[in-house]
Nanobody
């Protein structure tokens, strides 16, 4: 029902920035909270950020607060993750996820029903 496609990943030097995008299909985008998760090799998938349907509220993992910003453009069915001051420990595959709830701001994988294929972010030291 919902298809998500991430883009914007790549290789960046420590201290640099990247902006990830997640394009969503369907006409229910604005009714869904959206989240970003990441997974490094050998690690569990980890919560990064979430934003409610209207874009008025957001929450972040402690590890990225002050460095990452989640936003959305409902007219374009797109959610973004602006990543600044990147560190090598930010290296991971980043996944976009869609909730069925408009205001959930969930921080666990079980809060989200649809997932993209991921985009690789590599931060060199």
């Amino acid at each position: 029902q919902v298809q998500l496609v991430e883009s914007g990943g790549g290789l960046v030097q420590a201290g640099g920035s990247l902006r990830l995008s997640c394009a969503a299909s369907g006409r229910t985008f604005s009714t869904r909270s959206m989240g970003w998760f990441r997974q490094a090799p050998g690690k569990e998938r980890e919560f990064v950020a979430t934003i409610n349907g209207s874009g008025g509220r957001a929450d972040y993992a402690d590890s990225v607060k002050g460095r990452f910003t989640i936003s959305r453009d409902n007219a374009r069915n797109t959610v973004y993750l602006q990543m600044n001051s990147l560190r090598p420990e930010d290296t991971a595959v980043y996944y976009c996820a869609a909730d069925v709830r408009p205001n959930g701001l969930g921080q666990t994988q079980n809060d989200y029903d649809y997932w993209g294929q991921g985009t690789q972010v590599t931060v060199s030291s």
